[in-house]
């Protein structure tokens, strides 16, 4: 049964007119009501004109639909010249016959109203105009004026509403602008006729920083974002960012990117940053923060990859010198075109069009890496939610890209330097910090890893040194009780090794003593050995005389006695 | 062109009045198609004139469902309507011209009340 049913409903699905204008189509799913009038309304210099005549010139371009506008404020020539910025070249498009500009005056004081009539001249002209090009789209910009100019209000809402039936007849697509009113919508209640789709634009300021934002607040027969999407108008025309809309679905990669400091490589896994993922480096002023992402950036350019430098702080040609004195040549690598830089202050436009113009950077230089250095100045134009929704936007639209960002963050004094000011540390995905040690009269930079998802790192701190070939990490003086850095490391490495050659020596002496008292004590025994055999003989000696000496002594009593004869 | 020209009585020249009104009125009436609305203002319009402008007025007809186009010059919005085109300035009265009192303070040959 729902098989059967699908279709038909789908069948039965509002059809819709793709406006071509960015953003604007992904969260109305598709577009405006086709046939059908879709009311703008905002405040006065919220783009309304804008993004009517966007939604004609694009439907000429894009989709080769011809487009009718009647305009009631602004002549057909003030028109074409105030969008002829955004690269929109109306005369040209009148020209192909393709669109159609009509002004329509309406002037108080030149209208006496003598008795019935109607709005047929406006039909008559609209029609005209509709039926010369076959338009498919028409904008009514903005249809309000005419309740200044005629003083029978009741004729001429009777009239709005034969106006828009009659559209839809038509089966234009039109777009309606109306002015904001005080508790309504628009100023004259069009609301009450136009009720498929409403569009409200709003310009708001906000610390003294204006954004521009857009909501769906009806969109009959259909799904629509209803959030307030920023909105911004540059060069290229209106955009809006559903950014908000995107889910968690980034694809990641396991794939390694050098950090351009092998010690710190070493020390994420022997391989450096994921590619892709997000990258925090928070420290106190003069850390080494712009260096960190010096030497990262250098590092993707000397591969061949193209990387971005935002900075929000320094000049491009400041950072270039800057960091040549550390031996990083980042002027090679910009003539080269593989790095680009975009130094803004945070404070020349608000969140959402610095939001906007990164991502159009990322769109149109397609870089490998990128830096932002650094976020925290972005708490400067904005609340500290606000700072974290569109860092939140721009690092899920970073790893949608598969780019490579790595954020500074300044901590200020007194702050713990695990708590990053704007909060955003739970969606970074590696965190160094860098800290200063003061001790023994003299500030060294550490480093260490806090986290990093999904890798082996280090637990160990390193000593950060900027030398002129660049950054280096050194191992700190790990002794009992105490970590040194600096000139105090290098003073117990001395009397380390002052230490050791010490011991070296006094062992060398006590072996040449010990060698001299093993050879006197042989020679003492070589002595004593020599006495004992002396001895032997002297003894072997006295033996023998006195078995002589008894000898001769019996033989001398035995020649006695023969002598005597007597016996 | 389809516009109709109606001039029912030959101009006639008045020294004293022309140097008031040194031109011909030079009248157009917009309307579209032969609507009852359009027919009771032509009738209004011409019975006017011909009681206020007797002899130096010229009256215009278009209509706009024939010719469309002429609607953008006069910026018409509402019909029927009344353009002065002559003497100058230029005014405009929309309606079925059935209040006569402000059709000829329209045509300033009334002062404004």
Request: hydrophobic letters at 40%; one cysteine or more; charged letters at 25%.
């Amino acid at each position: 049964m729902a098989r059967h049913r699908k279709p038909s409903e789908r069948d039965a699905a509002l059809a819709k007119c793709p406006t071509g204008i960015s953003g604007l189509d992904e969260i109305t799913e598709g577009g405006l009501p086709r046939g059908r009038p879709t009311l703008v309304c905002g405040a006065a210099g919220s783009g309304k004109t804008l993004l009517a005549l966007e939604f004609l010139v694009r439907g000429i371009t894009q989709y080769q639909e011809p487009g009718v506008f009647l305009s009631f404020e602004e002549t057909a020539e003030e028109l074409a010249s105030n969008v002829a910025s955004l690269g929109f070249h109306l005369p040209a498009l009148v020209q192909q016959g393709q669109l159609a500009l009509d002004y329509v005056r309406v002037e108080r004081s030149e209208i006496e109203e003598t008795g019935e009539y109607d709005l047929e001249g406006l039909f008559v002209r609209l029609g005209a105009a509709i039926d010369g090009i076959k338009a498919k789209r028409v904008v009514l910009d903005t249809i309000e004026a005419l309740f200044a100019g005629l003083p029978n209000e009741a004729v001429l809402r009777s009239e709005l509403r034969r106006l828009f039936r009659w559209l839809k007849d038509k089966q234009v697509t039109a777009i309606i602008t109306g002015e904001q009113g005080e508790g309504h919508l628009t100023r004259h209640g069009l609301e009450e006729y136009i009720s498929d789709c409403v569009i409200v634009l709003d310009h708001r300021v906000q610390n003294q920083v204006a954004t521009r934002r857009l909501r769906i607040v009806k969109y009959r027969g259909s799904k629509h974002g209803t959030n307030e999407y920023p909105a911004l108008i540059d060069e290229h025309g209106l955009s809006v960012l559903p950014i908000s809309s995107l889910g968690l679905t980034y694809p990641v990669s396991t794939d390694r990117i050098s950090t351009g400091i092998p010690r710190l490589d070493a020390m994420l896994g022997g391989k450096g940053y994921y590619r892709g993922s997000s990258i925090f480096v928070s420290g106190t002023a003069g850390t080494g923060k712009t260096s960190l992402a010096t030497a990262f950036l250098d590092r993707v350019c000397r591969q061949g990859g193209r990387a971005l430098y935002c900075s929000f702080e320094e000049s491009p040609a400041q950072i270039i010198r800057n960091m040549r004195s550390i031996g990083y040549d980042l002027d090679k690598w910009r003539k080269a075109g593989r790095l680009q830089f975009h130094s803004a202050r945070p404070w020349l436009y608000g969140l959402e069009r610095h939001l906007a113009s990164l991502h159009k950077l990322a769109h149109e230089f397609k870089p490998l890496a990128m830096a932002l250095d650094p976020i925290t100045n972005m708490m400067s134009i904005g609340e500290s939610a606000e700072v974290k929704a569109m860092l939140t936007r721009l690092i899920d639209f970073l790893k949608n890209q598969g780019i490579t960002s790595l954020f500074t963050s300044l901590t200020g004094g007194g702050h713990d330097l695990d708590q990053s000011e704007v909060g955003i540390s739970s969606l970074m995905d590696t965190w160094l910090i860098v800290r200063m040690l003061e001790t023994n009269g003299e500030r060294n930079r550490l480093l260490y890893v806090l986290k990093s998802r999904g890798m082996a790192h280090s637990n160990q701190m390193r000593e950060f040194l900027l030398t002129d070939g660049g950054i280096q990490l050194r191992d700190v003086y790990v002794g009992p009780g105490t970590a040194l850095t600096g000139s105090a490391r290098l003073a117990q490495e001395a009397r380390d090794k002052a230490g050791r050659l010490a011991e070296q020596v006094a062992a060398a002496r006590r072996e040449r003593e010990l060698v001299q008292e093993q050879a006197s004590l042989k020679a003492q025994a070589a002595a004593l050995l020599a006495r004992v055999g002396r001895i032997q003989e002297e003894l072997q000696t006295s033996r023998q005389q006195a078995r002589r000496r008894g000898e001769a002594a019996s033989a001398d009593q035995g020649a006695l006695a023969r002598a005597r004869q007597a016996d | 062109m389809t516009t109709t020209k109606i001039s029912p009585r030959p101009l006639k020249t008045a020294p004293a009045k022309a140097r008031r009104t040194p031109t011909t009125w030079d009248l157009r009436l917009y309307v579209a198609g032969q609507t009852p609305r359009a027919i009771q203002a032509f009738a209004n319009l011409t019975r006017i004139c011909e009681e206020h402008l007797a002899g130096k007025y010229r009256i215009e007809v278009i209509d706009l469902l024939k010719s469309p186009q002429l609607a953008k010059g006069d910026q018409i919005v509402a019909l029927p309507t009344l353009v002065r085109k002559l003497p100058e300035p230029v005014r405009k009265i929309i309606g079925d011209l059935s209040n006569t009192e402000k059709v000829l303070v329209g045509l300033d040959l009334r002062p404004r009340p």
